[in-house]
């Protein structure tokens, strides 16, 4: 089972993460204010497969875990289809602007498969 981590810069993620359950992950979402800052500790905490993190700049979380544990990341992104290229290229940790929708999640986490699989 694929674990993602979710850490959002206003303490949300809940949507995505009932993306990321339909899809056959484990979700785990960090709490509260500020949480993308924290996404690269609770990866290696929870021995997770994939980061995604949200702030309005869609880059903070991501380059911060990427700098602190070497993770593979891709941020600036608007798009579901973005992060899906993203995992395509080998990305582990993805930075977005505010997407706190179900679809990211299922796409990101079906798309981590796959890649996964190949």
């Given amino acids: 089972m694929i674990t993602v981590v979710i850490a959002d810069r ?9 993306g ?4 056959g992950g484990r979700a785990v979402v960090v709490p509260g ?4 800052m924290r996404l690269g500790d609770v990866m290696q905490q929870e021995k997770a497969d994939m980061g995604i993190s949200f702030c309005g ?7 911060t875990a990427s700098t ?3 993770y593979p990341e891709r941020h600036g992104m608007r798009s579901i289809q973005e992060g899906v290229t993203a ?5 582990t940790v993805l930075g977005f602007g505010f997407m ?9 986490t ?9």
């Fill in 10 to 18: 206003m303490g949300k993620g809940q949507n995505v993460a009932k």
């Fill in 20 to 23: 990321v359950e339909a899809a």
């Fill in 33 to 36: 204010m500020g949480a993308d």
């Fill in 57 to 63: 700049s869609g880059g903070a979380g991501a380059l």
């Fill in 68 to 70: 602190k544990y070497g």
């Fill in 87 to 91: 995992i395509e290229d080998g990305k």
């Fill in 100 to 108: 706190d929708v179900e679809e990211l999640g299922q796409k990101l």
């Fill in 110 to 118: 079906e798309a981590f498969e796959k890649k996964q699989s190949n």
